[in-house]
């Protein structure tokens, strides 16, 4: 299968700063990348969708201004949460599509945050 | 609105063979995914249907029924490393992926 990367895979930071997360699909192109959240034991909740060159669709209730998503070029994706609080600690995944709408979503290994 | 069903957890021994099911209500259909998900980890994919039928890929095998919105996930010849949450997922019309909350499957010796 396709391989999508994500980078960092373990972050922890302070309270009120900034984090970036990348995420790359690297042995195809991507016109739709996926970022979702996942809480312990609980199902992945997909925060928003982003397509290459135009804004990122949001979820309902997740806002916008905090998770602030990029979508570049056909091969990477960046979803940076700003102002991070204890309660955005979460597993961050990307997920990527290739040209067809059809095709599979090819996930990332995941970046676990930890905000203390 | 739209629904995903299947079973929260399920039990089986090494060697046996387990079957998880999904049903669906969703606004159009664009095919079924199921995902494998061990904990921690984010989830790999396993297989795609989106014609009626059986799809067998090595010990894995994955069933679809449109007319009656219902898949399954054939696991063979159980290892420990099948412990997992199986995830069922289908694309409705708008090409979005609605999932199921996952099927947390327990190998036992």
């Known amino acids: 299968g396709a391989v999508v990367s994500q980078h960092p895979s373990r972050v922890i930071c302070k309270s009120g700063t900034s984090v970036k997360i990348e995420c790359r699909s690297l042995d195809f192109q991507a016109t739709t990348m996926f970022w979702y959240r996942q809480f312990p034991k609980q199902s992945l909740m997909l925060m928003a969708t982003s397509n290459e060159g135009s804004k990122a669709t949001y979820e309902q209730g997740v806002e916008k201004d905090k998770f602030l998503i990029n979508h570049a070029s056909l091969t990477l994706s960046t979803l940076t949460v700003t102002s991070a609080h204890p309660e955005d600690s979460s597993f961050y995944i990307c997920?990527?599509?290739?040209?067809?709408?059809?095709?599979?979503?090819?996930f990332g290994p995941g970046t676990r945050l930890l905000v203390l | 609105g739209q629904n995903i069903d299947q079973p929260t957890e399920m039990t089986a021994t090494e060697g046996a063979i387990v079957q998880i099911n999904c049903t669906y209500q969703t606004s159009g259909f664009n095919g079924l995914f199921w995902y494998q998900q061990h904990a921690g980890e984010a989830p790999t994919f396993l297989s795609y249907n989106v014609l009626d039928g059986l799809e067998e890929k090595g010990r894995f095998s994955s069933f679809l029924s449109r007319s009656k919105g219902y898949s399954y996930l054939l696991l063979k010849e159980l290892q420990m490393k099948d412990s997992a949450s199986y995830l069922c997922?289908?694309?409705?019309?708008?090409?979005?992926?609605?999932w199921g909350a996952g099927t947390k499957l327990i190998i036992k010796p």
């Open positions: 997920s990527a599509r290739g040209l067809g709408y059809q095709e599979t979503q090819y």
């Open positions: 997922a289908v694309m409705d019309s708008n090409y979005q992926l609605i």
